[in-house]
Structure formats: structure tokens, C-alpha cells
């Protein structure tokens, strides 16, 4: 199997630790252990943790307490994987075949459709488009895109990287047009939780009988080091994607998995959570106020997640204009080329507010050298 560069994980593993500022980041500014294991009680019984292997789907304890976040679940409709990133590529490897097609909502993150090419697949976007303000989806464009041989739609709700969210009647009519052709309907929920203007984004979860979810710790718990994802499903999808993460990395860290499962106790999920929000709807006016004094940048509000899907005009590609940005002012932005959208940028806005504010004002030097010009 060929699998073609991943050309965003590439980008940022090469630069995102060589560059002075780096706003190329989708989650809020990490957590530290010592805010995770912050009573005696806790310190101790990290440190008498053994490092064996634990059970290579996750621990019970921690697939019960992700199961608590699906109504009707169990630990039986859990799979804990190293990251969202495992989740989505297990998932792939046992629901793709050569010769299938998937629909994929677009803009989004480019794993998806990079595994579906490699495993055989066909890929066909399905558009989200700005309308009155907003990143909408057309679902009768869908039923146009699936036939016969549509094996998944897959969905990333929040979305990355325009911010937008699927609302619940909008996931009921996806999963009524996939359940006409017997397709899977995958939603990505890693950003889920990190609302900005709204609680809990609507999940697929419980839908439809072939519903799956992907999430993990990274982008709304701000612990993305924990490599800790997950997929939710009914149960005999599950014994298969355990026997085909026994081919990959076999198990969590069992560190991980215990951090994990003090992560998502309850009280602590909430007060991690209410963190992201509050990081995110603090910093999201420092990014507005300077999109609005900057010539030829125009944007939609972003719903959740700590991200600005950009627009601007000015003459020059994308990658082009990332690159010199990083050359001559050590500031990482992500190219909408990366998300075949030419003419963006994405802008993480999930850090300290006065480094945020300080790339912002690079970027904003260097914009005003190149000049913005009608689109």
C-alpha cells in the first residue's frame, strides 16, 4: 500500500518547534500533569503505577468513563486508541475496500481521504459553503454523492478548520440519506466540547444503527501529549476494530491511560472543559478586533474550536505566503492549501494572549507588505 505525504502532520512536525511563534496549532495551550495529579492521594498512585502493558482496547475503568459520554453505551462500544489519529486510521483499515467510496465533508483535517486513496477507495467532497454568515452543508447535495458503493460519510463536527458546527436536524438527514444506501456515518467529535458560542455540539452518536464517533484528549481537553483516542459503536464493530488495532500499536501507555481516566472523572471533564471554553472565548475577541483592522482579511466567526479559518486577499498562493511568514518573521500559520483551499490560513488561537497577540502583529507586518488586492 502507497500512501501519499501528509503533507499538514509534515509541515508542522518540521516546524512547529524551530519557529519563535507558532499559532499553527488547532487546541488551546496544553495542560500540565501537575494540574491532572494535583492532590497526594493522586501523586502517589501515579508514581506506584506499574508500566506494564494494560488492556490493549483500554483499560476497563477508562472505557466505562468514555462510555459515561455516549447515552446507552457500555464499555463494550469503546475502543481506546494512541490518538484521534488511530481512531480514524482503524476505523479506515476495517471499513474501506478497494473499489468503495466515501463522502467527506470539506474543508477537513486530510488523514481521511490520504488512508481512503491508499486502502482503494474513491473520494468525493462534500462542500461546506459560507452562507448568511455562517459554514453550512447541503444535504441535498449529498443524496447526489452517495449510490451503491458509498461505504462511509465520514463528518468532522466541530469542524476543522473552518470552526463551523452540524446541527442535530442536519445529522438526522445525513444519517437518513446513508441509511438508503446501508453507508456508515463517521463523526469526527475531537473538537467537541470546545464551544465558543454554545454548549455540547450535537453528536451522531445514536442516530442511526452504523453512527461511529471518533474523538480523543487533544483539542477540547488540551491534553493532546496523553495520545489518548477513542471510537464509539455498536459493539460488533468494535471486536473488529480491536483485532485490527492489535496490528498497529497494540495499546495506550498505561501512564496515559491513567491520566486519562482521571481526566474524564466528571467534576474534573467539566472543569477541564470550562478551561478550553474560557481560553477560547478570551482570546477569540484579541483575533476578531485584528482581522477587522486588517485590509483584505475577512473571516466567519468560528463556533468551536480554537481556530480562524482566514480569507484574504492578497496576491500570493497559500503555502507561498506561509512560508515566507515563517522565513522572515518566525510565525507557523497553516496554508489553506493543506485543506485544498487556496486563498486561507488557518490561525490556532488557543495560546497565552500576549503571544497570540504578538504573532498577530507579525503577521500583520508582513501582510501589509505584500499588499491586498479584490479576489
Known amino acids: 500500500m502507497r500512501i501519499e505525504t501528509f503533507a499538514l502532520e509534515?509541515?508542522?512536525?518540521?516546524?512547529?518547534?524551530?519557529?519563535?511563534?507558532?499559532?499553527?496549532?488547532?487546541?488551546?495551550?496544553?495542560?500540565?500533569?501537575?494540574?491532572?495529579?494535583?492532590?497526594?492521594?493522586?501523586?502517589?498512585?501515579?508514581?506506584?503505577?506499574?508500566?506494564?502493558?494494560?488492556?490493549?482496547?483500554?483499560?476497563?475503568?477508562?472505557?466505562?468513563?468514555?462510555?459515561?459520554?455516549?447515552?446507552?453505551?457500555?464499555?463494550?462500544?469503546?475502543?481506546?486508541?494512541?490518538?484521534?489519529?488511530?481512531?480514524?486510521?482503524?476505523?479506515?483499515?476495517?471499513?474501506?475496500?478497494?473499489?468503495?467510496?466515501?463522502?467527506?465533508?470539506?474543508?477537513?483535517?486530510?488523514?481521511?481521504?490520504?488512508?481512503?486513496?491508499?486502502?482503494?477507495?474513491?473520494?468525493?467532497?462534500?462542500?461546506?459553503?459560507?452562507?448568511?454568515?455562517?459554514?453550512?452543508?447541503?444535504?441535498a447535495e449529498l443524496s447526489t454523492l452517495v449510490n451503491a458503493r458509498t461505504r462511509a460519510i465520514f463528518l468532522c463536527n466541530p469542524n476543522n478548520p473552518t470552526g463551523a458546527r452540524v446541527d442535530a436536524q442536519t445529522l438526522d438527514e445525513i444519517c437518513r440519506i446513508a441509511s438508503t444506501v446501508g453507508a456508515w456515518v463517521v463523526g469526527d467529535e475531537i473538537y467537541r466540547g470546545a464551544e465558543r458560542d454554545a454548549d455540547d455540539t450535537p453528536s451522531v452518536w445514536g442516530r442511526y444503527e452504523r453512527a461511529v464517533v471518533t474523538s480523543g484528549l487533544s483539542k477540547a481537553y488540551g491534553l493532546p501529549g496523553l495520545r489518548i483516542g477513542w471510537i464509539a459503536g455498536p459493539p460488533d464493530l468494535l471486536s473488529d476494530l480491536w483485532a485490527v488495532h492489535d496490528y498497529t500499536t497494540i495499546a495506550p501507555g498505561a501512564l496515559n491511560d491513567r491520566l486519562a481516566r482521571i481526566a474524564l472523572e466528571p467534576g474534573r471533564r467539566q472543569q477541564i472543559l470550562a478551561r478550553t471554553r474560557m481560553i477560547i472565548r478570551n482570546n477569540y475577541p484579541i483575533v476578531r478586533r485584528w482581522i477587522e483592522h486588517q485590509p483584505g482579511l475577512t473571516h466567519v466567526a468560528p463556533e468551536a474550536g480554537a481556530i480562524v479559518f482566514l480569507r484574504y486577499a492578497h496576491p500570493m498562493r497559500s503555502s507561498e505566503l506561509a512560508e515566507q511568514l515563517r522565513d522572515r518573521h518566525s510565525v507557523l500559520v497553516v496554508a489553506g492549501d493543506f485543506f485544498d483551499m487556496d486563498g486561507y490560513l488557518r490561525i490556532g488561537f488557543g495560546s497565552d494572549p500576549e503571544y497570540l497577540t504578538s504573532a498577530l502583529t507579525l503577521i500583520g507586518e508582513f501582510l501589509s507588505t505584500i499588499g491586498a488586492h479584490a479576489r
Open 10 to 139: 509534515r509541515f508542522q512536525s518540521i516546524w512547529e518547534n524551530r519557529v519563535a511563534w507558532n499559532v499553527s496549532e488547532s487546541g488551546v495551550h496544553p495542560m500540565r500533569v501537575v494540574e491532572l495529579v494535583d492532590t497526594t492521594a493522586l501523586h502517589d498512585a501515579m508514581l506506584q503505577q506499574e508500566l506494564g502493558y494494560p488492556q490493549t482496547n483500554g483499560t476497563i475503568e477508562l472505557r466505562d468513563a468514555i462510555a459515561a459520554m455516549y447515552p446507552g453505551a457500555s464499555a463494550a462500544h469503546v475502543e481506546v486508541t494512541n490518538g484521534g489519529s488511530e481512531a480514524n486510521c482503524v476505523l479506515l483499515m476495517r471499513l474501506v475496500e478497494p473499489g468503495d467510496e466515501i463522502v467527506l465533508m470539506t474543508p477537513n483535517y486530510m488523514q481521511v481521504p490520504g488512508l481512503a486513496r491508499a486502502l482503494g477507495a474513491t473520494v468525493r467532497p462534500w462542500s461546506l459553503r459560507e452562507r448568511d454568515g455562517r459554514w453550512t452543508l447541503d444535504t
